[in-house]
């Protein structure tokens, strides 16, 4: 069962991934302003952190704890 805490945490970042649905990454990528001309890989995912405000980091931990994801 999700907790209330996790909903209430979720409920913005769906929010954001709802105005995004049916966009691509490119559409989302200049959105937001990205300036890369060659994309390498993995970054589809630094765009999808750009879109939910998420720090963009090397680190081994869930980039949303609140989740664990």
Do not use: H, W
Not at 7 to 21: A, D, G, M, Q, V
Not at 25 to 53: P, T
């Amino acid at each position: 069962m999700i907790s209330s805490r996790v909903i209430e945490y979720l409920n913005p970042l769906f929010e954001i991934i709802t105005k995004s649905k049916g966009k691509t990454i490119g559409q989302i990528k200049d959105e937001l302003n990205i300036e890369r001309s060659k994309m390498v890989k993995g970054a589809s995912g630094l765009i999808v952190e750009n879109l939910l405000g998420i720090e963009n980091n090397n680190r081994d931990e869930a980039d949303i704890p609140e989740i664990g994801c």
